[in-house]
Structure formats: structure tokens, C-alpha cells
């Protein structure tokens, strides 16, 4: 009875979540742009599962016995800095083409408009 209970708790919380995972995703007009927001579960996942990545790594090198058990522990902290590195950013779409900007401002990616073929149906 319980065991149902619980599954039923998880399955509408899951629905809950989804459904404001979808609200908040929606693009947002602005004067001269559409933004693209990154989405709750993302953010969520990168800026809480990178410092755990990084405690867990910090852990595992503490109870570390050998080479590999060290090389490990340093690789799970490695994934940890990547998920706080590269945490994707939200997408513009301008008159002058697609951006996307880190979120931490270090890298910005650009696709212009200008020079693009267009595609049709017969290509």
C-alpha cells in the first residue's frame, strides 16, 4: 500500500515538474529578439551536480588506496569543473543572426544570417 502510495507521490510530482518545465522553456519576445531560456532540470543538474561532482571526487581521494582509485576520484571532480564550466547558456535569436552566451560569460558562440543559403524543399 505504501509502495503504491510513494509511486503514485513520485509520478505526480513528475508531472508537476514537466509541466513547469514546459512554462518556463517558452520563448520570450522581447523589442528586437526571441530568447530561448535553459530550462529548470538543466540548471539544476549543472549547478548542483557539479559541486557534488567535486565533494564526491574530494571524498573518494580521502578513502583512495591506489593509482587507480586515485585517477578515478580525479576524473569524477574533472566532470565536476566541466558541469560548472559548461553550464549551456541561454539562445538569442536577433535580426543579425543566433547567440548563445555561457553563463559564466567565457565563451559566446554566433551563427550571422547574413551569407546563409536558404533550404528549401526541393534541396
Not at 549547478?47 to 587507480?68: A, D, E, H, T, W
Not at 569543473?81 to 567565457?106: M, W
Amino acid at each position: 500500500m505504501l509502495g503504491n502510495a510513494l509511486i503514485i507521490g513520485f509520478a505526480l510530482f513528475l508531472v508537476r515538474f514537466v509541466a513547469l518545465e514546459a512554462v518556463f522553456q517558452q520563448a520570450k519576445r522581447t523589442a528586437s529578439s526571441v530568447r530561448f531560456p535553459v530550462g529548470i532540470g538543466l540548471r539544476i543538474l549543472f549547478r548542483l551536480g557539479g559541486p557534488f561532482l567535486i565533494l564526491v571526487g574530494y571524498k573518494m581521494l580521502q578513502q583512495s588506496v591506489n593509482r587507480f582509485d586515485q585517477v578515478t576520484a580525479i576524473l569524477v571532480a574533472a566532470m565536476g569543473i566541466g558541469c560548472i564550466l559548461g553550464e549551456p547558456g541561454e539562445i538569442i535569436a536577433t535580426p543579425r543572426g543566433l547567440v548563445q552566451r555561457s553563463v559564466l560569460g567565457l565563451k559566446r558562440r554566433r551563427i550571422p544570417w547574413a551569407g546563409q543559403r536558404r533550404v528549401t524543399h526541393a534541396d
